[in-house]
């Protein structure tokens, strides 16, 4: 039989999970395979069925699995397929805590693989016959979590022997002798003495908001779906700030009536029906395609700029098709769209990488607001140094409580240095995510 510690060889291994101790791996550390949740999903089964290859997950090899979220329940059920047990623990008082708390967002499982055509299709896996530890349908997030959740209750029945799910249950395993008490117990679980694996899958936190302002985090549920951002009867200013997928969402959520996935399947249908039409939408999509290769090998500045050159290039093709294209969009904005005064800044010279498609609406969307308003949305090399109350509020309740008040940024600008001062109403601040540092104590095997 082969050693399952030659598993610490295992270039694949090493591509899904890093290893931090000896049989102690996290599925979240140092991400290479992508964040997306398909991906963590993935990375999870292939991790897990990797462990079972080698022969370090087994019947008699427990697995103990760190963080009940999709990743760390999908690990969950690849072992148990195996007939390998399992113990989940997690802080919180469910499974898939992200996305059951949050109304507001829209969750479709297909809709980031545009242009490919699988984009279109609803549920995942895309193709009914394929398998995957979860499979879920497009839906409000807290939905999408009450899918899975059905599946993982199912098994906590049928698997009621192999399968232990523990809410409330924090590891701390920055403490060593925490981590060293983790290792003893699933090597107590084990009947021949030999422990099996301990997988994190804690998740990537969002980078912290910038004090003392308080904005709503990306999984919260939020109000930029309310006509006019829920402000409807007042103007107001809005900063989106951060200029990646997280914040073109969330223009996107505010600006546009319908989901992204339907908004392009409309547009398409707005050019569609002559052959120039069609010509300006395989020319983007084999644009978009060649794009996306190319930052699958190196995703430098160039390749940023030479795609914020390729939107500026298609949209000057073709007038009367991009006119037809912005009315079909503009015919789609949310209700009092037109009171908000947007601002969408990041710290570079060309937006970051992004999906395609909440990529192209984006720049749509600014086109139509540059063409209706003459407003450009788009502030390059803008760092936020600070945000403060402005009149007499004070932000130290919730993020409701700072919504819709005005605040004051101190921006700099990154190419001159200067300095200078705004005021918005709503902020959203999309920075990123904080990538988790494990630093491990060694234990010995
Ligand atoms: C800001 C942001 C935006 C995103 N946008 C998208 C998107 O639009 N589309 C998409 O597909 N994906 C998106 N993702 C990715 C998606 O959220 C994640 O890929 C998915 O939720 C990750 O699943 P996970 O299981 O790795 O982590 P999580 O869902 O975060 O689950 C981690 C679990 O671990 C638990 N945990 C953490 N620490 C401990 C501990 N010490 N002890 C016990 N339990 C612990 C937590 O309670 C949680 O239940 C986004 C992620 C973030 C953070
Ligand atoms: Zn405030």
Known sequence: MADWRNIYKDPWTKKFAVKKSPLFFDLNNDIQDGI?????MRSAERFVNKAIEYGALSNRRQLLVIGAGV??????????KHHVP???????RAAFDLQKRCKTRWLHPNQYKWPAPEYEHNQYPWLPGLAAPLTWRAAHSHRVALQWNKQLNSL???RRNLLTVQYRTPVRIDEPTLLESYIKLAHELNS???FGIILACMGTPEKASLKPFRGYRFWESDRLREPGCGLSDKSASVLISGGGDGAQQDLLRIALKPHPLKMILRLKKTIDHTAAGRQWWDRLESGITRMNRRAATSLSPATLRDLA????????QNPSIVSDLRETLQD???PHFERLQITFSFQFPHVPWGYPLNRFLVELLRNSIMERFQHEIYKPNLKIELIKPH???RCDKSAADCYGRSHEIHFRNLVNNSEFNGYYHIIVIRHGLNLPRLDMPHVAA
Request: glycine content about 4%; aromatic content about 8%; hydrophobic content about 40%.
């Open 71 to 80: 990743a760390g329940v999908s690990a969950a059920i690849t072992a148990l």
């Open 36 to 40: 997306d949740i398909e991906s963590r």
């Open 309 to 316: 050159n390729f939107y500026d290039s298609i949209f000057r």
């Open 332 to 334: 789609a904005l949310c």
């Open 86 to 92: 399992v113990t989940i623990k997690d802080g919180a």
């Open 156 to 158: 906590r029945k049928s």
């Open 391 to 393: 009149h007499r509020h």
């Open 192 to 194: 021949d003495e030999q």
